[in-house]
């Protein structure tokens, strides 16, 4: 049985280090190792001879986005170099190399590692284009049985695609196990591919974008529309095209493309693909996008009359830089009034503008490239949808996007480009089979040309996706929820508002569903959802209009409600488990945090965010954090240094950029939540979750047994936020929140330190929210975030 344990990483450059730093955040010790420099290799300081893998790890360890959970996750990398710790590999179980693109270098190196490495250990390439069979010429037998290309996306803390290549001699036990590794314990969408050029993400994604490019020209179109068009308008990420031409690097783009139509002479479409002039000026001048400071787009200096920097944007035509411009697109201004993106598609693709010709164009091209690349670099459809969704972060794959279209659709509109699809699709269409998908007893199945039917979409049963339970009716449905049965006597509470803010519909459709679970017999609930967030917190706009038209009573009553539903999440006869992904700001972290148990998906950002609104946490987080500081609390403590650490995160409106630093914030804790590495997992381990604490769950009893600190801890807290003001690092209205904060988690104006109950911190909390509503600037917060969707420090 493989187990791995140890994992080495021979190259620390930008992949090679956050390769180092993912494996480390998935649990694995790592050791990490480089060349040694020319002008010590006669050094006997390690300090000196380790310096390229030191420096490289710390610089990941810095850089943003973090390729690391948290700053202590890099303790469990070990660095060395090649020349004297290569036999630190005999150690470990796998050994990914992620050296330079350099076939005979990569061979040499393989070599040595032949001669360290254990019997039975996994090797693997990083490599993005060299063909897997020619880097294991000569090795032995075990090491070809145990060799395959294991190509991961950068940065690999946040893509999610895992592409598994195996060589001619691969035992497929390493591949399966390699498919169950990947998605397990490294949180990726595993997808096998062929041993061909770029494999499947690139091969697909270079092309679509190298045609984008073409297209761009030839319509007239300018870069910054044709990146809304081809970003968000597609559901797909805000970069667009030429953005993440920008953000890849040029240089890199223009290799792959080459590499590409070096390596598939008989690949026509591909072939038919020619670099254009304006890509021939960027890497002739060096802008090669972010790293160069310029490339399709170019930061200035100047600032605009809202204090943004000014970018400008390449003309493709002029090679000058212009200011951007206000489009007249009707397609783009159609795709900002279509919320649904599924119809915004099809729309789009519909219209005959310039925009919605490049959208049809480029998904005609797309359409007919992803259908001949079968079986040639995949054998099924299925994996050429999940590696370019999980790749380039796009929300549907090639031929789910021919599906929204239209199957008969699609066909047509890329005959009318002088276009044609793979033989396979008119044989499909010609047995009556009008999509590539569809739905069967709620689950998914996709077209297999091989056997020319329908199969389902395997591993469905290990995850939940909400979207196949919606062909039964709900338990429960309003405008922003709906309550579905997953099976195993589970119900699971959906939240389906814009952004999935919390409003009355969330809070009385979850007072709701927690009475259904209690009075009907189930056995618990999950509140979770397939959303890219779990919630950006409370609905902000109707908390704002009651405090501009003074509803007191009716902003009273939203509060109180809010708090009770959070805390029916504790004190309720069925165990509550949340399952979070993304943003959990605000009332989503308040109501995680009342929940028996949260599965929080490794990439969940959870924070109380209150104060940047000018409020504190109203929903019971305030006094969560009371108790969260009493439960830390020993015999002997010192207490204050507690007191002020969870202070300070509620007053600096603190974000925990994963899970993993949400414990250390105090979000989450040990002894009842965890983090699941994989994001499609999160439901079905919640629901798992809810079974196990279902089986002896006792309701808990309300607490009377807070200590907070009263006068004491007051004084402390006031003092150092006046010492703050006076320093200039906070206004006026800053002090008066944090006042707020200190005042619930001290327990008000107690002489001392005493024990209360939860029903009065409250009520503390109640009223200083209510209280902070009514001031000038908290109104001018909320207002200016609802219109620039960013903080105001008045």
Same mark, same amino acid.
């Given at each position: 049985?493989?187990?791995?344990?140890?994992?080495?990483?021979?190259?620390?450059?930008?992949?090679?280090?956050?390769?180092?730093?993912?494996?480390?955040?998935?649990?694995?010790?790592?050791?990490?190792?480089?060349?040694?420099?020319? $002008?010590?290799?006669?050094? =006997?300081?390690?300090?000196?001879?380790?310096?390229?893998?030191?420096?490289?790890?710390?610089?990941?360890?810095?850089?943003?986005?973090?390729?690391?959970?948290?700053?202590?996750?890099?303790?469990?990398?070990?660095?060395?170099?090649?020349?004297?710790?290569?036999?630190?590999?005999?150690?470990?179980?796998?050994?990914?190399?992620?050296?330079?693109?350099?076939?005979?270098?990569?061979?040499?190196?393989?070599?040595?590692?032949?001669?360290?490495?254990?019997?039975?250990?996994?090797?693997?390439? =990083?490599?993005?284009?060299?063909?897997?069979?020619?880097?294991?010429?000569?090795?032995?037998?075990?090491?070809?049985?145990?060799?395959?290309?294991?190509?991961?996306?950068?940065?690999?803390?946040?893509?999610? #695609?895992?592409?598994?290549?195996?060589?001619?001699?691969?035992?497929?036990?390493?591949?399966?196990?390699?498919?169950?590794?990947?998605?397990?314990?490294?949180?990726?969408?595993?997808?096998?591919?062929?041993?061909?050029?770029?494999?499947?993400?690139?091969?697909?994604?270079?092309?679509?974008?190298?045609?984008?490019?073409?297209?761009? #020209?030839?319509?007239?179109?300018?870069?910054?529309?044709?990146?809304?068009?081809?970003?968000?308008?597609? +559901?797909?990420?805000?970069?667009?095209?030429?953005?993440?031409?920008?953000?890849?690097?040029?240089?890199?783009?223009?290799?792959?493309?080459?590499?590409?139509?070096?390596?598939?002479?008989?690949d026509e479409m591909l072939q038919g693909l020619q670099m254009p002039d304006f890509m021939d000026f960027l890497l002739k001048n060096n802008f090669l996008g972010n790293k160069t400071g310029q490339g399709f787009y170019k930061k200035t200096k100047e600032r605009d009359e809202k204090g943004k920097s000014v970018i400008l944007s390449l003309n493709?035509?002029?090679?000058?830089?212009?200011?951007?411009?206000?489009?007249?697109?009707?397609?783009?201004?159609?795709?900002?009034?279509?919320?649904?993106?599924?119809?915004?598609?099809?729309?789009?693709?519909?219209?005959?503008?310039?925009?919605?010709?490049?959208?049809?164009?480029?998904?005609?091209?797309?359409?007919?490239?992803?259908?001949?690349?079968?079986?040639?670099?995949? %054998?099924?459809?299925?994996?050429?949808? =999940?590696?370019?969704?999980?790749?380039?972060?796009?929300?549907?794959?090639?031929?789910?996007?021919?599906?929204?279209?239209?199957? $008969?659709?699609?066909?047509?509109?890329?005959? +009318?480009?002088?276009?044609?699809?793979?033989?396979?699709?008119?044989?499909? /269409?010609?047995?009556?089979?009008?999509?590539?998908?569809?739905?069967?007893?709620?689950?998914?199945?996709?077209?297999?040309? =091989?056997?020319?039917?329908?199969?389902?979409?395997?591993?469905?049963?290990?995850?939940?996706?909400?979207?196949?339970?919606?062909?039964?009716?709900?338990?429960?449905?309003?405008?922003?929820?709906?309550?579905?049965?997953?099976?195993?006597?589970v119900l699971c509470l959906e939240f389906q508002s814009k952004s999935n803010a919390i409003g009355e519909g969330i809070l009385n459709g979850l007072l709701e569903s927690i009475r259904i679970a209690e009075e009907d017999g189930w056995k618990g609930l999950v509140i979770g959802n397939n959303s890219q967030n779990f919630t950006v917190g409370a609905?902000?706009?109707?908390?704002?209009?009651?405090?501009?038209?003074?509803?007191?009573?009716?902003?009273?009553?939203?509060?109180?409600?809010?708090?009770?539903?959070?805390?029916?999440?504790?004190?309720?006869?069925?165990?509550?488990?949340?399952?979070? !992904?993304?943003?959990?700001?605000?009332?989503?972290?308040?109501?995680?945090?009342?929940?028996?148990?949260?599965?929080? +998906?490794?990439?969940?950002?959870?924070?109380?965010?209150?104060?940047?609104?000018?409020l504190i946490p109203g929903g019971g987080g305030t006094k969560e954090f009371a108790v969260r500081v009493s439960d830390s609390f020993y015999e002997g403590d010192v207490q204050i240094p507690n007191l002020i650490k969870h202070f300070k995160t509620i007053a600096m409106g603190e974000v925990a950029t994963s899970s993993e630093e949400a414990f250390?914030?105090?979000?989450?804790?040990?002894?009842?939540?965890?983090?699941?590495?994989?994001?499609?997992?999160?439901?079905?381990?919640?629901?798992?979750?809810?079974?196990?604490?279902?089986?002896?769950?006792? !309701?808990?009893?309300?607490?009377?047994?807070?200590?907070?600190?009263?006068?004491?801890?007051?004084?402390?807290?006031?003092?150092?936020?006046?010492?703050?003001?006076?320093?200039?690092?906070?206004?006026?209205?800053?002090?008066?929140?944090?006042? /707020?904060? +200190?005042?619930?988690?001290?327990?008000? %104006?107690?002489?001392?330190?005493?024990?209360?109950?939860?029903?009065?911190?409250?009520?503390?909390?109640?009223?200083?929210?209510?209280?902070?509503?009514?001031?000038?600037?908290?109104?001018?917060?909320?207002?200016?975030?609802?219109?620039?969707?960013?903080?105001?420090?008045?």
């Open positions: 049985m493989i187990r791995i344990k140890k994992i080495a990483v021979l190259g620390s450059g930008v992949m090679g280090s956050a390769l180092a730093c993912h494996f480390a955040n998935c649990g694995f010790e790592v050791v990490l190792l480089d060349r040694v420099l020319p $002008e010590f290799e006669d050094s =006997n300081k390690p300090s000196e001879r380790n310096q390229v893998a030191n420096q490289s790890l710390q610089s990941a360890v810095k850089s943003k986005p973090s390729p690391v959970f948290t700053r202590s996750i890099s303790k469990y990398i070990t660095t060395g170099n090649f020349t004297d710790d290569l036999k630190l590999i005999a150690e470990c179980d796998w050994v990914v190399e992620a050296i330079i693109e350099d076939l005979k270098i990569k061979q040499g190196l393989f070599e040595k590692v032949e001669e360290f490495r254990k019997k039975g250990s996994l090797i693997s390439t =990083n490599t993005s284009g060299i063909p897997i069979h020619m880097l294991t010429k000569g090795r032995s037998e075990d090491f070809q049985k145990h060799f395959l290309g294991t190509h991961f996306f950068n940065p690999p803390r946040y893509l999610r #695609l895992l592409e598994i290549i195996p060589g001619p001699d691969t035992d497929p036990k390493v591949v399966d196990f390699f498919m169950h590794f990947g998605d397990r314990y490294l949180g990726k969408e595993t997808v096998l591919c062929k041993d061909r050029p770029a494999f499947i993400a690139n091969r697909i994604g270079v092309f679509a974008m190298s045609d984008i490019f073409r297209l761009t #020209l030839e319509l007239g179109l300018d870069i910054s529309s044709v990146d809304k068009l081809t970003g968000p308008a597609l +559901a797909r990420p805000g970069t667009g095209t030429f953005r993440l031409g920008d953000l890849v690097g040029l240089d890199v783009a223009a290799k792959v493309l080459k590499g590409m139509r070096d390596n598939c002479p008989e493709l035509k002029t090679l000058e830089y212009d200011p951007k411009s206000s489009s007249s697109l009707k397609s783009l201004s159609t795709s900002k009034q279509i919320e649904d993106s599924e119809r915004r598609i099809a729309t789009l693709f519909n219209m005959e503008d310039e925009g919605a010709q490049l959208i049809r164009k480029s998904l005609c091209s797309l359409f007919a490239y992803s259908s001949k690349r079968i079986p040639e670099i995949a %054998d099924e459809l299925l994996s050429v949808d =999940n590696a370019l969704k999980a790749g380039f972060g796009w929300s549907y794959g090639p031929f789910q996007y021919w599906d929204i279209v239209g199957l $008969e659709n699609g066909i047509n509109a890329l005959e +009318a480009e002088g276009l044609k699809a793979a033989d396979w699709v008119y044989e499909m /269409k010609e047995k009556g089979h009008t999509a590539f998908y569809k739905k069967e007893n709620g689950k998914v199945q996709y077209y297999d040309q =091989n056997e020319g039917d329908y199969k389902a979409v395997p591993g469905q049963n290990q995850f939940i996706i909400l979207d196949n339970y919606r062909h039964k009716a709900p338990v429960l449905k309003n405008e922003e929820i709906t309550l579905h049965d997953i099976g195993d006597g609905n902000l706009m109707l908390i704002g209009m009651m405090a501009f038209q003074q509803q007191w009573d009716e902003l009273y009553f939203a509060v109180k409600t809010f708090q009770d539903a959070t805390m029916r999440c504790r004190y309720s006869s069925i165990p509550v488990v949340a399952a979070t !992904q993304g943003y959990t700001f605000g009332g989503g972290c308040e109501m995680i945090m009342h929940c028996d148990a949260t599965v929080a +998906a490794a990439e969940s950002y959870i924070g109380l965010v209150e104060v940047g609104v000018g250390d914030k105090g979000y989450l804790l040990r002894q009842k939540d965890r983090t699941e590495i994989n994001l499609k997992r999160n439901i079905s381990e919640a629901k798992k979750e809810v079974l196990r604490l279902s089986e002896n769950y006792i !309701q808990p009893r309300k607490r009377k047994d807070i200590s907070v600190l009263g006068r004491g801890g007051l004084a402390t807290l006031y003092t150092a936020t006046n010492e703050i003001f006076k320093g200039r690092y906070a206004s006026e209205h800053d002090v008066k929140i944090a006042h /707020k904060i +200190a005042w619930v988690l001290c327990g008000g %104006d107690l002489t001392g330190t005493q024990q209360v109950s939860e029903d009065y911190l409250i009520e503390l909390e109640r009223e200083a929210f209510l209280s902070l509503c009514g001031e000038q600037k908290t109104m001018e917060r909320i207002q200016y975030m609802l219109e620039n969707r960013k903080p105001l420090r008045n």
